[in-house]
């Protein structure tokens, strides 16, 4: 790598100088800035975080979970339908007869229906807030 040569000579540099009205201010002993006034927020709240499908699903696939057991999943179906602007009703649940005759790989596929209805029509938080309440013995294991 070829250095450009400089052809110009640059003065020293010099030190500053401080006008004498200042001079004594410099060895002045600092003080502490007191705080400045705030805005008070005035009882704003924080938005709502937002759960995601990916969280709920794993909530719902923790060891080895399947559904929730017909009573817990038709109190969330009602949460579902009792849920304002949503598109048309969720898919049903498996319950009554149909429940001893299904795998337990449909049960679980007509859930994650029912979640991702919830995830497209915005009311999937409430969902998910359901979904932690409930104790190991309310899911079905497979």
Known sequence: MIKPSI??????TQPITVPMEFEASLDAPTEPMGLMDMPAYGGLE????????Y???GLTRKDNRVCPQPSRWLEMYRILQD???RDGLPPDPVVGSAWASTPPLAKRMAFHE???WADRNHCLTPVHEYLKT???VDWYVA
């Open 114 to 116: 029912q979640l991702e």
């Open 55 to 57: 969280e709920v699903t």
């Open 134 to 136: 409930l104790r190991d």
């Open 83 to 85: 849920q304002p602007g």
């Open 7 to 12: 052809s110009q000579d640059f003065p020293d």
């Open 46 to 53: 924080l938005a709502p975080i937002e759960v995601t499908l």
